[in-house]
């Protein structure tokens, strides 16, 4: 076996494991009936490392593989929810991804992270606007009420926690697929070697995660 198909084999082996791990997020981590409506679920964070590692393709490929399981197991909206949840998915996905997987460094993770966050909130506001009179029945205005004081901030929440958690959580995954020789040693993004930015890196992210988790708790009418 060439050494360009067992690349390829450890590729895909790594891109089924991550897919699996989304999939497991977005079953059993999943907090609905936010608004009402609305689900949040953390299998975008999975899903962006993947794309940070293997490139935007393989970040929508495996958007599309965990949203299709969703819709067969926990979604109850369809072929309808299939296409909000990979939109919603391969928008942040794959902006983020694209503008990381150029030049792999900590800026450059940033930068795609907010691209991702504020194309996916202006794509879901558009796309709401138009499924969910057919999805719920209602017109259209009453889905233009509904932006500011849900939709908005909804999709603001889930992308900056989901940004705040890819951060956190993305040197320990491509430490541990290095290690497992899933992943070769350069697909470690520039910066994180450095001792006092991964401790910062780490910090602030937990810090947004907690603080937005409390924020959807609320929504959700946890407390």
């Known amino acids: 076996m060439t050494n360009k198909s067992t690349e390829r084999i450890k590729m895909i082996s790594a891109m089924a494991m991550l897919t699996a791990i989304a999939v497991v997020a977005?079953?059993?981590?999943?907090?609905?009936?936010?608004?009402?409506?609305?689900?949040?679920?953390p299998k975008d964070v999975i899903l962006t490392i993947g794309a940070f590692i293997f490139g935007p393709i393989a970040g929508l490929i495996m958007s599309l593989i965990v949203c299709l399981i969703e819709m067969v197991t926990v979604s109850t909206t369809g072929l309808i929810g299939l296409l909000m949840n990979f939109l919603a998915s391969g928008i942040f996905v794959g902006v983020a991804s694209v503008i990381y997987y150029r030049k792999k460094t900590l800026s450059r993770a940033v930068i795609g992270l907010v691209a991702g966050s504020l194309s996916m909130i202006a794509i879901m506001l558009l796309?709401?606007?138009?499924?969910?009179?057919?999805?719920?029945?209602?017109?259209?205005?009453?889905v233009l009420e509904m932006f500011l004081p849900l939709l908005i901030p909804f999709n603001a929440i889930k992308a900056g926690l989901n940004s705040a958690l890819v951060l956190l959580l993305y040197k320990g995954v491509v430490t541990a697929l290095r290690k497992s020789k899933?992943?070769?040693?350069?697909?470690?993004?520039?910066?994180?070697?450095?001792?006092?930015?991964?401790?910062l890196i780490i910090v602030i992210s937990a810090l947004v995660v907690i603080t937005l988790l409390l924020v959807l708790f609320a929504f959700a009418g946890v407390f």
Do not use: H, S
């Open 26 to 41: 977005d079953i059993f981590l999943r907090l609905p009936n936010i608004g009402g409506f609305l689900t949040y679920e």
């Open 182 to 199: 899933l992943v070769p040693e350069r697909e470690a993004y520039d910066g994180t070697n450095k001792k006092m930015n991964t401790i």
């Open 127 to 142: 796309w709401n606007y138009i499924m969910t009179p057919i999805f719920m029945g209602v017109p259209k205005e009453a």
